[in-house]
């Protein structure tokens, strides 16, 4: 079975800062990774995914992650974040078994002006 | 069009009443999922449905009965529920199951049970 630990429960960072929001995942098959974004009282968008292929992924909104297999890594970036990217993020995974995703706690990001 | 609705956005109902919440997509997805998202928590997978049949349910207590009438749309029918049970309910929906699909969620409907 999968599992995914978001090591950092809330991340504070003033505005125009980079940020890292951490992610790492267990599994003892191949992984599908994915990060999702859910602002206030809303449902989940997508922000990026990491099927095969390049390691580092881009995705919306400026965000990029990039896959790490040896460290079991998925850590979501952004080199420069605004007040509007203010929402929790979510890290998941899946396997080629099936679609069933997997989340991790979920990562607050609070940025401050 | 990658737009999933779902109503009603918020539901206050007792422990008595039965209601139902919706869920819509026109995206010709052929799997729908409900889950099931505390304050505060990830979601949680309860139910899936792949071609209009029920896939998976996660062990979910029978008061919540799912229903897909059709390929678009998923209903969840809710009985003497708990106040336990109050929570964001999301729908979401993907090309296929057993594939490697993108999951697009609704924006929820937000349950209150007094």
């Known amino acids: 079975a999968q599992s995914v630990t978001q090591l950092d429960s809330q991340v504070p960072v003033f505005e125009e800062a980079p940020v890292e929001l951490r992610c790492n995942y267990s599994?003892?098959?191949?992984?599908?990774l994915f990060w999702y974004v859910q602002y206030p009282n809303q449902g989940l968008q997508l922000l990026l995914k990491y099927l095969s292929g390049s390691t580092l992924v881009k995705g919306i909104n400026g965000f990029e992650a990039e896959f790490n297999k040896s460290q079991t890594s998925f850590h979501l970036r952004k080199p420069s974040v605004h007040i509007s990217d203010t929402a929790e993020y979510f890290c998941?995974?899946?396997?080629?078994?099936?679609?069933?995703?997997?989340f991790g706690a979920g990562t607050i990001l609070r940025v401050k002006s | 069009d990658t737009e999933v609705t779902q109503t009603p956005k918020h539901l206050v109902m007792g422990m008595t009443n039965k209601k139902s919440l919706k869920c819509e997509q026109h995206?010709?997805?052929?799997?729908m999922y409900w889950y099931k998202q505390k304050a505060k928590k990830p979601p949680e997978l309860m139910f899936v449905y792949s071609y209009e049949k029920l896939s998976i349910n996660e062990s979910v207590p029978s008061r919540f009965s799912p229903e897909c009438p059709n390929s678009s749309l998923l209903n969840l029918h809710l009985h003497a529920l708990q106040p336990e049970d109050s929570a964001l309910y999301l729908c979401?929906?993907?090309?296929?199951?057993?594939?490697?699909?993108?999951?697009?969620f609704g924006p929820g409907t937000r349950l209150l049970v007094l």
């Open positions: 995206m010709g997805h052929r799997a």
């Open positions: 998941a995974v899946t396997s080629s078994y099936g679609n069933k995703l997997v």
């Open positions: 599994s003892s098959v191949s992984v599908y």
């Open positions: 979401a929906s993907s090309q296929d199951y057993g594939q490697i699909e993108t999951q697009y």
